[in-house]
C-alpha cells in the first residue's frame, strides 16, 4: 500500500489531468482509511470525539458490493440550533481504493475551508475543489486525532 506520504496533491503538474485526479482521489482514500480503519464492514452512524475539536459525524448512506456513500459532518449547536457544516458526501470505491468528494454546501461557514474553496475557485472545476477540501480537512481531522471504530 502507498503511503499517503508520498501523495502531494498540490504538486500535481496537470491540475485538471485525470491521473491528477485519480492521485488526489486515492490521497483522499488513504487519509479517510486512517480516521474509519474499518471502513469496509461499518454501517450506521459514528461519532468521533476530541478534546478542542467539535464532534465529527459520520453516517453510512449507502453500501454496495464495491463501494459505500458516507456523511461526514459537523453539528455545531448555535443560537438559532444545529448546525451542520460542513457537510459532505463521499463515494469510496473499495476495489479501487478510491475516496471521491461527491457534494459539499457550497456555504461554507468555516474560514479556513472558504478561503480553500474560493482559492481554487478559478483552477479547479467543481471536482477537483471538492476533494482538494475533502483532502486537506481529512489530513486536518488526522492531525486532531480524530478516529472512528465502532459506536
Known amino acids: 500500500m502507498l503511503l499517503d506520504s508520498y501523495l502531494v496533491p498540490q504538486a500535481i503538474v496537470k491540475p485538471r489531468s485525470f491521473i491528477g485526479l485519480m492521485t488526489l482521489y486515492e490521497s483522499n482514500y488513504l487519509r479517510l482509511l486512517r480516521l474509519i480503519p474499518e471502513i469496509a464492514r461499518l454501517d450506521g452512524c459514528f461519532r468521533s470525539r476530541v478534546a478542542g475539536d467539535c464532534d465529527l459525524h459520520i453516517e453510512i448512506l449507502e453500501r454496495c458490493r464495491y463501494t459505500v456513500t458516507l456523511s461526514l ?79
Open 73 to 151: 459532518s459537523y453539528h455545531l449547536e448555535t443560537d438559532e440550533g444545529l448546525l451542520i457544516d460542513p457537510d459532505m458526501t463521499i463515494r469510496v470505491y473499495l476495489d479501487g481504493q478510491l475516496a471521491e468528494a461527491m457534494s459539499i454546501d457550497e456555504s461554507q461557514r468555516h474560514a479556513a475551508l472558504r478561503q480553500l474553496i474560493g482559492a481554487h475557485r478559478r483552477v479547479l472545476d467543481l471536482r477537483w475543489q471538492r476533494n482538494i477540501v475533502l483532502n486537506k480537512w481529512l489530513e486536518y481531522l488526522s492531525e486532531q486525532g480524530h478516529l472512528v471504530l465502532e459506536r
